[in-house]
């Protein structure tokens, strides 16, 4: 599998468009997972067995590698530590730099790991020193595979104090829970977001929800930064959420509210909508407004976190949603693209959801294996495509639909005049001019 982005506008999103079962998944996991290892990550036996073929005994290698474009004045920065001036000659014509992470098996069983520069063998004290230095670099990378998850009723915190104090505390079920601490970083991200929402943009402060909430005494403070976190909640979801619907919203506000509990050591905190005057929980609205409430919260919002932006690969986003949703969807990504050093990487199979105009991150995957124990995933960009098989013509269908989509609103003003043109242009057609014909009866009833 290989895909390569440069060429492509990175404020706009890059689109894998692809059959069911192309690996347009598998090339979003790949690249998270390479990620991963270029930030020093290990591989659990776990993620091994997920990248070797599944047959019995397998006994040969898998190479991993990335190439990141370097430029001059970072080439020069690299050879400024000592450990890695010995590689600053070996830069190939076009400033590229090669991490190949290389993993040996016998008997399905990885025996042997190499990280490889630029294709020579450095020694760990050089590739500890590299990696180390791409990770305060390089942008953080996330993956979603969905954004529905469960808001637990209640988000638990422990006092800095109790856990010196209280070994115990610290074992408490909830506390520890998967869930729970995924409320902590957004907790920590919600309160970053609300500085700056205040401040224009920008921040230099060092900002923690657990110390500067969780463990402050000043009630007042602590009010006024809660405050704060929800109105810059519903600037971020509430606007877009209206802007979705028409203007119709089934909530009015969010707000992260404290509650009671018996053991002081612990700050329990809860997430409440609001609607028409009476209090819901979040798991009470539609799956759509959960869905968005969830996408907003974990890529506009999760954007506070990286000081060096993220890059956001989403497999299939808003595929649940209704085709005017899809289109403010898109113009999301858009504009997330387009900001603070961040880039999207999605999938999807819906036209509404590609930027036609974008050719260069346009992807069409396709697997050419002709087993499943020989995977072999090409992702070629839509604009180089010299392969007219029925795969490939099946792959590009949503980016044709589109295109056709965008040629039929040029018809008239509105549906009613597109529909009426396009009958008349086709209604030799037999059948299909009837289904217009149809459809614009219906219309003029509705309308």
């Known amino acids: 599998m290989e895909i390569d982005l440069s060429g492509g506008d990175r404020r706009f999103p890059f689109i894998l468009m692809g059959n069911n079962e192309s690996g347009k998944t598998t090339t979003l996991q790949g690249v998270y997972l390479l990620s991963q290892l270029c930030l020093g990550k290990q591989l659990t036996d776990e993620e091994l067995a997920s990248i070797r073929p599944k047959i019995g005994y397998f006994n040969k ?5 990335a190439t990141i474009l370097v430029d001059e004045a970072e080439i020069e920065k690299l050879a400024k530590l000592n450990t890695l001036k010995k590689i600053k000659d070996d830069f190939s014509e076009n400033n590229q730099l090669n991490l190949s992470f290389a993993y040996s098996f016998v008997n399905s069983f990885c025996t042997e790991k190499r990280v490889m520069i630029n294709n020579k063998d450095y020694g760990d004290k050089t590739v500890t020193t590299l990696l180390d230095y791409i990770q305060n670099h390089i942008p953080e990378i996330v993956y979603y595979d969905d954004f529905m998850f469960d808001v637990a009723n209640k988000i638990r915190f422990l006092k800095t104090a109790a856990q010196d104090s209280n070994k115990e505390l610290t074992q408490d079920s909830l506390l520890n829970d998967k869930k729970n601490l995924l409320w902590h970083n957004i907790f920590n991200d919600l309160l970053i977001g609300a500085h700056k929402h205040q401040t224009g943009g920008k921040t230099e402060l060092d900002i923690n929800f657990q110390r500067d909430v969780v463990d402050c005494d000043d009630e007042d403070v602590v009010d006024q930064r809660l405050s704060s976190m929800n109105n810059y909640l519903n600037s971020v979801v509430t606007k877009d959420w209206e802007d979705i619907t028409g203007g119709k919203t089934v909530f009015d506000s969010f707000s992260i509210k404290t509650v009671t509990g018996s053991n002081p050591n612990f700050l329990d905190y809860c ?66 693209s387009g900001s603070d050093n961040n880039s999207v990487i999605y999938s999807t199979h819906s036209p509404y959801l590609i930027e036609e105009t974008k050719v260069d991150n346009l992807f069409i995957v396709r697997n050419e ?5 020989h995977p072999k995933i090409l992702c070629s960009k839509i604009s180089q495509l010299d392969n007219s098989s029925d795969e490939v013509s099946r792959s590009v269908e949503p980016f044709l639909q589109k295109l056709v989509m965008n040629c039929v609103k040029h018809l008239g003003n509105n549906r009613k005049e597109r529909f009426s043109r396009l009958y008349n242009f086709i209604k030799e057609t037999g059948p299909l001019a009837d289904s217009i014909e149809k459809a614009i009866n219906l219309i003029q009833k509705i309308l």
């Open 61 to 65: 290698g898998i190479i991993l590698s």
């Open 369 to 373: 294996a002709s087993d499943c124990d």
């Open 271 to 336: 997430l409440k909508v609001k609607a028409n005057g009476r209090t819901f929980s979040l798991h009470e609205r539609s799956k759509g407004c959960r869905w968005f409430f969830c996408f907003k919260v974990l890529t506009d919002i999760r954007t506070n976190r990286s000081k060096n932006g993220t890059i956001f690969l989403l497999d299939e986003p808003a595929s649940n949603l209704h085709i005017h949703p899809q289109e403010k969807i898109l113009q999301s990504l858009q504009k997330l």
